[in-house]
């Protein structure tokens, strides 16, 4: 019986691929980059299976192009807003995504930038790099306390509930707003509120944990910063469509941000190079779940996806 054949397209872990090419006949192209609308298109017409990662943008208009041979997209990644799910629903294309496993290493992501930003990591490592730090007094280099401070998270998924958790750790005390309220067990002591208004107002950190749709697209935008604390610093590891980042700049320039930490951008890859100018950003090029025991764990879930839907059983991780 001949085995199903998928398309992989971006270079995943060599785990994933030693697996994949022993259960499925793989393409994989040479070039390791983001593919084109075209290049999905033609693509969709040699396999059966597709395992993007979130730089491969499934919109309406190329979701209508599709072969009917591709019958189900298993994405490498947690967040699918590069994905029309309605479009793909309507093909009858099933789509599954990874979560759970890249938890962890996200909000390590998280603590690393909130740590970064108010400790002033930028300024401190350019000093000691650049041979510039020559003197020492008391007003030297100081930052923002993290460890007792309020932290508000928004969206108390996964990564929330493990970055809070990573939080708790520090001594901060906890607040947090979701689509609903979390069980006890769950909220392990941390506060919530019912309103976003509610918790901007008493959060000295806040961090982004919800997903980019088109209810949360500039969800971060002056009139969200304002209900902040002046002096408050912001996070964001979720996705960079969440932060209007005019608005941002804007809460740098004026003090009302002691700071930002960020790990993802409007524009990606290349970032924002208004954001760039300031010392008080702490920024890394979207690496939340960049560590080697994750990328194996996000290839190895795709795969049961996988493996499910060709052994016609549901997929796990099954969205549409």
């Given amino acids: ?3 199903p054949r998928i398309w992989i397209t971006r270079r995943l872990s060599a785990a994933t691929l030693e697996r994949a090419r022993r259960d499925y006949e793989v393409l994989l192209d040479e070039e390791d980059r983001p593919r084109t609308a075209d290049e999905i298109v033609a693509r969709s017409a040699e396999v059966e299976a597709m395992v993007p990662c979130h730089s491969e943008v499934l919109d309406a208009a190329t979701v209508a192009r599709l072969d009917p041979r ?3 997209v298993a994405n490498h990644s947690v967040g699918v807003d590069h994905c029309d799910l309605d479009a793909l629903g309507g093909r009858d294309i099933v789509v599954t995504n990874t979560p759970d496993v890249l938890s962890e290493a996200t909000a390590e992501i998280a603590l690393l930038l909130m740590l970064g930003a108010a400790r002033r990591a930028v300024e401190g490592d350019r000093l000691v790099r650049e041979g510039a730090w020559s003197s020492w007094s ?4 100081v930052g923002t306390q993290v460890s007792g401070a309020r932290l508000g998270i928004v969206g108390m998924g996964r990564v929330g509930r493990v970055f809070a958790r990573f939080a708790r750790g520090l001594g901060m005390d906890v607040h947090y707003h979701n689509r609903r309220r979390l069980d006890p067990l769950e909220e392990a002591g941390a506060t919530f509120h019912d309103s976003l208004e509610s918790l901007l107002s008493l959060s000295n950190f806040l961090s982004l944990h919800c997903p980019a749709t088109p209810a949360t697209a500039g969800l971060v935008d002056d009139a969200f910063l304002d209900r902040l604390p002046h002096g408050a610093i912001l996070v964001n590891t979720a996705r960079g469509a969440l932060v209007d980042e005019a608005a941002l700049v804007r809460a740098l320039e004026s003090g009302k941000l002691a700071g930002a930490g960020l790990d993802c951008f409007a524009s990606e890859p290349g970032g924002n190079p208004a ?15 960049a560590t080697r025991a994750t990328r194996d764990a996000m290839g190895f879930r795709a795969l049961d996806n996988l493996d499910a839907f060709f052994a016609g059983r549901e997929p796990g991780d099954r969205l549409v």
């Avoid at 008391?138 to 280099?141: Q, T």
């Avoid at 954001?275 to 779940?289: E, I, Q, T, W």
């Fill in 1 to 3: 019986m001949a085995r």
């Fill in 70 to 72: 591709l019958r189900i």
């Fill in 138 to 141: 008391p007003d030297f280099m």
């Fill in 275 to 289: 954001l760039a100018a300031f010392d008080n950003v702490f920024m890394l090029p979207h690496v939340g779940s």
